[in-house]
Every structure is written in C-alpha cells, then in structure tokens.
C-alpha cells in the first residue's frame, strides 16, 4: 500500500465536492479521494464491480479487498484499513477512499418520470423526516424531484458512514446521524450524489 501522510479532516468543509473522472492522477497526500467511474449502461453490475475493484487497487496498491454483501469493503490484514465505500448506477460507478475514518457514498440516475414518483410524499415523511418532507411539499412540482433525490442521497450517505442499514426515520436515528458532515457531489448531468464522513469530534481515526 502506498505510504500517505493525510491531510487533517478538519479542514474538509461541508459544501460541494469534487469527483475525479477516473483513469486520473490524484494527490497521494489527499485524506478523501472520490472517484467516478465510467459504468456500462445496465442495472446489471458485475463489470461495474470489477472496474471498482480495479480503481481501488490503483489507489490502494497491491492489496486484497474483502466484499461482503451489505458491508463497506474493507482491505485484508490491516488493523487500521481506509474507509472506502460504493456506489453504482447504470452509466455511472462511484468511489470514495477516505484514509481519516469512515466514509459513505450515494449515487442516484434521475429518471425524467420515476414509477415511485406518486409516492415521493410518503417516502420522504417515512425515511427523511417530517421537517425535509414539508419542505419538499413546499417547492414547485417540477423542483420536488430534484429535492428529494438530493435528500436521498444524502441520508444515504450518512448512513452508509455509520454503517447503517435504510430503516424508517426517528429522532433516534436523526440523533444517530448528527455527527456526519455531508457533501454534495459535483457530477454529470442526470446524477445526483452525496458523500458523508464524521466530524472530527466524532472520529475515532482523528
């Protein structure tokens, strides 16, 4: 693996963040790497997997991956391994490393009329909360989608920072969430994404 000295977390401010279109350089000295990766156009994944598998290898080094379904991947024979996590759509893979602590990635295709669009109003008030549904329900139509999706895939960045699985939202789990920060992506038209990672006070890696 290769020897990096990261930069503190601290100075990552919550804001937008940058992708890397992969194959790219990168700083070997960045704490966060987010990159996004040509996919083909499919729901079926297992050629976007091994693409993954071989970006993460590139920035990693020789080293061997261990994916479990609904686990993060995780670096073999390492105490003190990344946080690296995924995140597919047809069109689009993306992948974030982050070598200060847990991180979580989420990725939406905005489909121009999704089959769930009847039920955004539900959805949002049974796993965003009654706060970010009411203000969703307050936008212009033509906004609510984008809104929402945005929501989405911020909630699931944090949770995914946690380790977390969906479930239904609580003051519990809001509490839970508090202490990611959350950025939202820069990426190609019709993609929506978010990344997560804990604040420094929260970070055990810090």
């Not at 990159?35 to 080094?61: F, M, N, S, W, Y």
């Not at 992948?95 to 009329?113: K, N, Q, S, T």
Request: charged share 20%.
């Amino acid at each position: 693996m290769v020897a990096r000295q990261p930069r503190p977390a601290i100075e990552m401010m919550a804001g937008l963040a940058s992708v890397l279109r992969w194959p790219a350089s990168f700083d070997a000295a960045q704490e966060r790497l987010i990159v996004a990766v040509d996919a083909p156009d499919t729901p079926i994944r297992e050629t976007a997997r091994q693409q993954v598998r071989d970006v993460l290898r590139e920035i990693l080094g020789d080293v061997e991956l261990i994916s479990r379904p609904g686990q993060p991947i995780r670096v073999a024979g390492q105490v003190k391994t990344p946080g690296i996590s995924v995140s597919h759509e047809a069109g689009l893979s993306l992948v974030a490393v982050h070598f200060g602590g847990p991180v979580g990635i989420d990725l939406l295709r905005m489909p121009e009329y999704p089959d769930w669009r009847a039920e955004l109003p539900t959805l949002a008030v049974d796993y965003l909360g009654p706060t970010i549904a009411r203000q969703i329900a307050e936008l212009p139509p033509i906004e609510q989608l984008a809104c929402f999706a945005s929501a989405w895939t911020r909630h699931e960045a944090r949770l995914k920072c946690l380790g977390l699985g969906l479930e239904e939202w609580s003051d519990l789990l809001e509490n839970r969430l508090a202490p990611c920060q959350v950025d939202t992506l820069i990426l190609p038209c019709g993609y929506i994404g978010a990344v997560a990672t804990l604040t420094v006070a929260e970070n055990p890696a810090a």
